[in-house]
């Protein structure tokens, strides 16, 4: 589970076992979680978070945006080459 990203107490990262999926992020913080597609940039599945702690994250993922999508390429386009 790589780490992206650590701001405002959210941690970003990738789970391997997603290569298959749509370009997407998964963000925690203590014990909520949320999925976030990248491309459109929506929420996919959240799991106890506010409704303000949901818009914070995604303001977070819009700012990073181009950063995620590259590195979700950079990842999973090498797994996908072996």
């Given at each position: 589970?790589?780490?992206?990203?650590?701001?405002?107490g959210f941690?970003?990262?990738f789970?391997?076992?997603d290569?298959?999926?749509p370009p997407?992020?998964?963000?925690?913080?203590?014990?909520?979680?949320v999925r976030i597609w990248l491309d459109?940039?929506?929420?996919a599945f959240v799991d106890g978070l506010r409704p303000h702690e949901r818009k914070q994250?995604?303001?977070?993922?819009?700012q990073h945006l181009s950063e995620f999508i590259s590195a979700w390429?950079?990842?999973f386009g090498e797994l996908s080459n072996e």
């Open positions: 589970m790589p780490t992206l990203l650590r701001e405002h941690r970003f990262f789970y391997m076992a290569r298959y999926e997407h992020v998964h963000v925690e913080r203590d014990d909520n979680a459109p940039l929506e929420i994250m995604l303001r977070i993922t819009e390429h950079r990842k």
